[in-house]
């Protein structure tokens, strides 16, 4: 809910905290231009402004990779940690007991959370940390020159690396096979959706994953015509390393699409990908039925979209252990030395 205040000669909206939209936004994007991951940004900023969330109560979390820069272009009030490539589960984990009122927002990558970070990965869901943790996955490590990455497709032809034959990982079920209590996957295409699930993600206690496909517009393109950019940069003699991105349109998807639909979606290199909705009437509290659509969705190619599982009885992590009322980081001395005699007392048990 929203309402609108006069404020310097001129309307702006502001929410329930009595914050403007502008307030959840951060510094302009350095990546390339149409990249998904510039959309998903302006999602998390819109979910948070309407769901009337103090940015100072967030806490954001990366690690390495186009992906994990994202947190830069998003609520510059809010603390945040840009941690070593795949290690932010582990950050995240010891900054959110220090502080067991706020909330977590991660950014990562299919690099950054199914190769170098897998193991991290899988403990921080079946810990159950209190935070959303969104994979920006175009299956393709854009920020070190385009090679395949874990979740990369069979069959996959890149110009550098040749073609790929190893069976991607699945983010989705990944999560679904380490007991995850909120597991989604949108497209960053469908921004409507993506906002939609991260409002549940934020509303969720305990590790919110949000699979987002968000295509590359760079590296996963096979243009070989002479006015491609790939063709000129194949044949051009550099007086300087200096690295110029052709601008593409961010793909967005014309219609939102209906519960059940199957779409195919065009990217930029004339492949394409197969989007499905979830049916209408589909129980996304059934952990079998979730596996069920997603070996569905694996046999017909399908990138199945919408919120395929939810828990909400799991406890997170800070709430199973017996944590002071006063976040740990503002404990202070007094309250964590004990009185001299409690410590007499102790020895005296002791000795």
């Avoid at 769901?51 to 990366?62: A, D, G, L, R, T």
């Avoid at 007991?179 to 409507?192: E, I």
């Amino acid at each position: 809910m929203t309402e609108t205040l006069p404020m310097a000669g001129t309307n702006v909206q502001v929410n329930l905290a009595g914050l403007a939209k502008n307030d959840y936004r951060g510094n302009p994007t350095t990546l390339c231009q149409g990249c998904g991951h510039n959309s998903i940004s302006n999602q998390i900023v819109s979910a948070l402004f309407e769901m009337n969330i103090v940015p100072e109560n967030v806490i954001k979390f990366s690690g390495i990779g186009c992906s994990s820069k994202s947190p830069t272009y998003f609520m510059n009030r809010s603390f945040g940690f840009n941690s070593l490539h795949g290690r932010m589960p582990s950050i995240a984990t010891g900054a959110l007991f220090g502080d067991h009122h706020a909330k977590g927002l991660g950014v990562s990558g299919d690099g950054d959370t199914a190769s170098i970070g897998m193991g991290q990965f899988k403990h921080i869901i079946r810990r159950n940390v209190n935070m959303v943790y969104i994979v920006e996955n175009n299956g393709v490590y854009g920020l070190t020159k385009g090679q395949f990455s874990a979740t990369s497709e069979v069959g996959l032809s890149l110009k550098h690396q040749g073609v790929n034959q190893y069976m991607p990982v699945d983010i989705c079920m990944e999560g679904l096979a380490s007991n995850a209590t909120f597991v989604a996957r949108s497209f960053a295409g469908n921004p409507k959706q993506v906002k939609e699930l991260l409002k549940a993600a934020l509303a969720h206690n305990g590790t919110a994953l949000l699979d987002i496909i968000s295509p590359c517009v760079t590296f996963n393109n096979q243009d070989n015509t002479f006015h491609s950019y790939a063709w000129g940069k194949d044949h051009e003699e550099p007086l300087h390393d200096i690295t110029y991105i052709a601008p593409r349109n961010e793909i967005v998807l014309e219609r939102e699409m209906d519960e059940g639909e199957v779409r195919e979606v065009g990217l930029h290199d004339g492949s394409t990908v197969i989007l499905k909705n979830l049916e209408k009437g589909y129980d996304p509290t059934n952990r079998f039925e979730a596996l069920r659509v997603m070996e569905e969705a694996r046999r017909n190619n399908w990138l199945i979209t919408g919120l395929l599982y939810i828990d909400p009885t799991k406890p997170a992590l800070t709430d199973t252990y017996n944590l002071t009322d006063t976040p740990l980081n503002r404990l202070t001395q007094a309250d964590l030395r004990p009185a001299p005699d409690k410590i007499d007392l102790i020895n005296s048990l002791m000795f």
